[in-house]
């Protein structure tokens, strides 16, 4: 069983930047691939980022490409999410989740893909 706990939201001024973290345990990190996804009230949850395994291979939507930036650090078994010239639409509770694997190279854009969510961390861009 995996766990994942994310941390780093938070309120931010349109324009400005925060960078979020997951961190996981009770499993073999290195061997998910992991996303992050974002819901805002009355929404559905929306894909926000994905990246494999060795982290070679990152996939994003067109409404945050080039602003946001997933990366991970295998040793720490933590994915991170950069977000900058955040906008109010990019409000919502940010969550992450992983997918176990056995390509190196996959990722996933597809939430019903993922085995394991975190609870999530509020972010709020005010205009």
């Known amino acids: 069983q995996v766990q994942l706990v994310e941390s780093g939201g938070g309120l931010v001024q349109a324009g400005g930047s925060l960078r979020l973290s997951c961190a996981a345990s009770?499993?073999?990190?290195?061997?998910?691939?992991m996303g992050w996804f974002r819901q805002a009230p009355g929404t559905e949850r929306e894909f926000v980022a994905t990246?494999?395994?060795?982290?070679?291979?990152?996939n994003y939507p067109d409404s945050v490409k080039g602003r946001f930036t997933i990366s991970r650090d295998n040793a720490k078994n933590t994915v991170y999410l950069q977000m900058n010239s955040l906008k109010p639409e990019d409000t919502a509770v940010y969550v992450c989740?992983?997918?176990?694997?056995?390509?190196?190279?996959?990722?996933?854009?597809?939430?019903?893909?993922?085995?394991?969510w975190g609870q999530g961390t509020q972010v709020t861009v005010s205009s």
């Open positions: 990246i494999s395994w060795s982290g070679g291979n990152t």
């Open positions: 009770g499993g073999t990190f290195s061997r998910y691939v």
């Open positions: 989740a992983a997918k176990s694997t056995y390509s190196s190279a996959r990722t996933y854009t597809n939430d019903l893909a993922y085995d394991y």
